[in-house]
Every structure is written in structure tokens, then in C-alpha cells.
């Protein structure tokens, strides 16, 4: 999913291929339920929906919700803390079918936090699989009343709050079932603050930069796993990967992997339980179809730098910048001057890694 535009747009003509297999199809294939909620962005033409991609039903916005903006519409009104309710005319969708247009965007946390209650109890004889990707923090950000003018944070920290209460609510749900010991559920972000969008954005803390760049405020995100009686309940800074969680669904499934797919995550369900820590392995952090950066163990090797947004052209680093996350979080202080061995082992990584890369035709147009 790259190409000359960094997301799918409206007029997109591509879109998630139907050849690959996605995790729903997987599961799907070992009788689970499968249901999408929220936020699509993986294409809207045959093919490429949710419901042509394993899920059984889909309730949601076909895009992000700053998408279809009417005209006059700005970037300042965007991340405005008040931003216009008819601002985008953005569809909510169930099955393919159009339900609202424009989607009234104040009840979207509260109505996706009722679709999912609803699959957990029409599924809760059976095994079932939810993927439930929040509209929002993406800006432009609405809460329903119940919430809207709570936070000390402003809107921001209403939108947060709002998802909170959505994830207590949904994890009740499943202990009044009775399915929370048998339940895997993994809460986590697609990326950093995007600074552009100024307090409406969020923040990455002590982390460089946000969403857009490969810096650690664009790429590290927070993962929370539960499954009571079974993850056990630690912090680890343990390094993993969204890519890990269709390999760990797997196995909680006891589902092969499809013929003829190569995944590039690993099961993370030794590492959750407690048994033993992940392997040492590469993490790749592209833009684009450009690698920018490589992960090993603590150490973390840019190639090219660029901020998420502003900067034209990357700055290509002829001998990378190496980092040593674990002491150095903020990446400030390069130490590639000192520890060539590892810029070697980094190398041989990448080196692997590109011979594995097989060419495909460019979705993102």
C-alpha cells in the first residue's frame, strides 16, 4: 500500500488486492464470526470492501473522517477544538448499504461501542473475530454529549475519555458472557500524534517527532493485550509489531497459516504468558516505498530522516545514524561514530530483508 499519494483517497482507484488473505478470510475459514466496525481505508471498489475481505458484516466509515470535506472547508477547521458538524459529508455504511450521510459524527464512538456489543452477544455460542478501528482521535474530533466538555485536555481528552469508556464497556460485555477467559482482545494505535493538527493532534512525549515520519513519536504506539487467566499482567518494553497479532491470532485459533502466505510478524502468545521473551529480530520502518530506518534489538539505524510533514526531500545519511533506544529514547545523540559492529550486523539485516521484497503494482495512486 504505497504509491504517489500516502493514504486512499475518494477517487482512489485502488485498494486492499483480493488476492491477498486478510486475517478475517483466516479465521473466517475456521467458522469464527467476523465483523468489522469503524474505520475502513482499505479501499471502496469490488474487492477491495470489508465484506470481500472476510467480514461477515461491516459498520462503518469507508475512510478517514476528515474525507469529503464540503467546500470551504479548511485544515484549520480540521483540528479546530469546535470543528463544524456538517463539515465533512462523510458516509456511514452497514454492509455496503448507506445508513447516514453526512455521518453524524458525535455518536460514532458511542454507535460502533453498540455495534460490537451487539456481534458479542449474537456470536457469544461461537467463536467470533471483531476488528474495531475508532474513527477517531483522527481529527476533525466530536464526542456525544455525555462527554463533550469533560476532560481537562479539551476535546482531545474527550474523544479519549469516550474510547475509554468504549473498551470498559466492551470488556464487560464479554465478562457478563462469560467469555473473557477464553477472549483475546489487543488494544493499540496505527501511529503517532500528527503535530500538524497542534493540541487536537496528541503527543508523543519525549519521542521525535510524529505521524508521517519514521522517527520513534511516529512508530512507537502503545499495546495493550488482555485475556484474564492467561496474558499475565506485566509492562515489558519489549519490542513487537502490528504485523504480530495476525501469527498470535493464529495460534489462539489453532488456524494454519494460508497456503502460500509468508507473514512477516511472529506469535506473540510467548512473550504475553510469560514463558520466554521474543528472538532478537529486524524491525523495518519504511516511507513509502523507501526503507528508512532498520530496528535490531535496541539499536535503531536511519538511512533517511524526513518530519512527518514540511519537508520536502529526506535527508539521506550516507553513514546512518545509529541510536540506542533503551538509553536514548528521544533519539538525540547518534553513536554510529563508535559502534560500527553494529551498523554492520544492521546491514546484513537489511541486506536479508531486501531479497525477500517482491515487486507489486502500486495501490496508492
Not at 477491495?48 to 462503518?60: A, C, K, L, N, V
Not at 459529508?89 to 453526512?102: A, F, K, M, T, Y
Not at 496505527?190 to 512525549?205: I, K, R, V, Y
Not at 524491525?283 to 539499536?299: H, I, N, Q, S, V
Amino acid at each position: 500500500m504505497a504509491g504517489n499519494r500516502r493514504v486512499l483517497f475518494p477517487n482512489s482507484a485502488g485498494g486492499l488486492p483480493p488476492a491477498e488473505v486478510t486475517l478475517a478470510e483466516a479465521l473466517k475459514a475456521r467458522a469464527y464470526t467476523t465483523a468489522h466496525i469503524g474505520k475502513w481505508h482499505l479501499g471502496i471498489h469490488a474487492g477491495s470492501r470489508p465484506q470481500d475481505q472476510g467480514f461477515e458484516s461491516t459498520f462503518g466509515l469507508p475512510y478517514s473522517n476528515d474525507m469529503d470535506a464540503r467546500p470551504g472547508i479548511t485544515a484549520k477547521d480540521r483540528f479546530s477544538a469546535h470543528p463544524p458538524a456538517d463539515g465533512w459529508n462523510v458516509v456511514l455504511q452497514r454492509n455496503g448499504e448507506v445508513i447516514e450521510r453526512p455521518a453524524d459524527q458525535t455518536t460514532l464512538t458511542k454507535r460502533y461501542t453498540g455495534e460490537a456489543l451487539r456481534v458479542i452477544t449474537a456470536a457469544k455460542d461461537k467463536p467470533f473475530f471483531i476488528y474495531l478501528a475508532h474513527s477517531m482521535p483522527h481529527t476533525p474530533l466530536f464526542a456525544s454529549p455525555a462527554f463533550k466538555g469533560k476532560s481537562p485536555r479539551g476535546i482531545y481528552g474527550d474523544v479519549i475519555e469516550e474510547i475509554d469508556w468504549s473498551t470498559g464497556e466492551i470488556l464487560a460485555a464479554l465478562r457478563r458472557a462469560g467469555l473473557a477467559e477464553n477472549t483475546f482482545v489487543f488494544f493499540t494505535s496505527d501511529n503517532g500524534p500528527w503535530l500538524t493538527e497542534g493540541a487536537q493532534g496528541g503527543s508523543a512525549g519525549p519521542l521525535r517527532e510524529g505521524k508521517g515520519s519514521t522517527w520513534e513519536g511516529g512508530m512507537r504506539v502503545p499495546g495493550i493485550a488482555w485475556m484474564p487467566g492467561r496474558v499475565r499482567p506485566a509492562v515489558t518494553s519489549e519490542p513487537a509489531s502490528s504485523l504480530d497479532l495476525y501469527p498470535t491470532a493464529l495460534a489462539l485459533a489453532g488456524a494454519p497459516t494460508p497456503t502460500g502466505l509468508a507473514l512477516d510478524g511472529l506469535d506473540l502468545l510467548p512473550l504475553l504468558v510469560g514463558q520466554r521473551a521474543l528472538p532478537e529480530r529486524p524491525y523495518f520502518f519504511y516511507r513509502g516505498t523507501e526503507l528508512f530506518a532498520c530496528r535490531l534489538g535496541e539499536w535503531k539505524a536511519h538511512f533517511r530522516t524526513q518530519s512527518g510533514y514540511g519537508q520536502p526531500q529526506p535527508d539521506v545519511h550516507t553513514t546512518p545514524l545509529l541510536f540506542r533506544l533503551p538509553h536514548d529514547p528521544s533519539e538525540k545523540y547518534d553513536v554510529a561514530a563508535t559502534h560500527a559492529d553494529v551498523l554492520t550486523r544492521i546491514a546484513s539485516a537489511v541486506t536479508a530483508h531486501r531479497a525477500t521484497i517482491v515487486p507489486i503494482e502500486p495501490q496508492l495512486k
